[in-house]
């Protein structure tokens, strides 16, 4: 039986950079009070604050919601508060190095925007993300610019030989997240696997970037059961569903994860 639920952030519990909505708070709280829950995403601790903690009705279930921004490079749980478990920082050199090669890759990729909002490149210490369009960029402008991922590819080729000995995943509807080889959603989910006493079998990831290239990715190689989600409304009903099947049935339904 499943006793962790895993979840992505941007483009599965919520819109990219946006709030969780009200009907993603009260659901969130309802699973809460019948499974663990856990967020791993490619955003920042603030964003999780944010889109997350600030949107869920109540500090009640908090001991049992885990969360691991940065792709799992960080790790939280609560005990009154919320407690930093670790952090794999970069390094400032590594941190350069990352920069001016996201950087390389932009420009020899050809890509050009029209506008961009804010920075393109955030130093989040543990990972560095490229936001094409700025980190603040609205939603309107990000949700069209490259949902087949193809333009993310195309910089990604570039930037792989530059940066071999680093993970690079692409996430959410803009951006290319780089972090230390192995220190990534699988690493954040064996973390999980190691602090909660828990087996990877009973897990269960729900996100929307599994395809290869993917910063969801690592989790299904891992083996973990997984669903791909198209938006927070598809995540929505199955978080109902699971909910739902708690009292019948509730083995087959949360051990039947698979990727569509």
Not at 129 to 154: H, I, M, N, Y
Not at 159 to 179: K, R
Request: glycine residues 8%; charged residues 20%.
């Amino acid at each position: 039986m499943k006793k962790l639920v895993v979840f992505d952030l941007d483009g599965t519990l919520a819109e990219s950079k946006s709030s969780i909505s009200s009907q993603m708070a009260c659901l969130l709280h309802e699973l809460l009070g019948v499974l663990k829950v856990a967020v791993i995403s490619g955003g920042s601790w603030a964003q999780f604050e944010g889109q997350l903690l600030a949107s869920l009705p109540s500090q009640q279930r908090f001991a049992g919601l885990f969360l691991l921004p940065t792709c799992g490079t960080q790790f939280f749980r609560y005990d009154g508060d919320w407690v930093k478990v670790y952090s794999e920082e970069l390094s400032a050199a590594q941190r350069r190095r990352i920069i001016a090669s996201l950087e390389r890759a932009l420009v020899e990729s050809g890509t050009e925007v029209d506008q961009v909002w804010g920075d393109a490149i955030e130093d989040r210490g543990s990972q560095i993300t490229l936001s094409v369009l700025g980190q603040e960029a609205p939603l309107s402008a990000k949700q069209d610019w490259d949902r087949d991922f193809a333009k993310r590819r195309k910089i990604t080729a570039i930037l792989e030989p530059l940066l071999p000995t680093f993970a690079i995943n692409m996430g959410g509807t803009t951006s290319i997240d780089v972090t230390q080889r192995g220190v990534d959603k699988a690493y954040g989910i064996h973390k999980l696997e190691e602090r909660l006493d828990l087996t990877l079998a009973e897990m269960l990831f729900v996100g929307d970037a599994l395809f290869e290239g993917g910063n969801d990715y690592p989790v299904q190689e891992i083996g973990v059961d997984s669903i791909q989600v198209r938006d927070p409304n598809e995540t929505a009903h199955v978080i109902q569903t699971v909910i739902a099947c708690l009292g019948d049935g509730a083995n087959q339904v949360l051990s039947a994860g698979t990727t569509s």
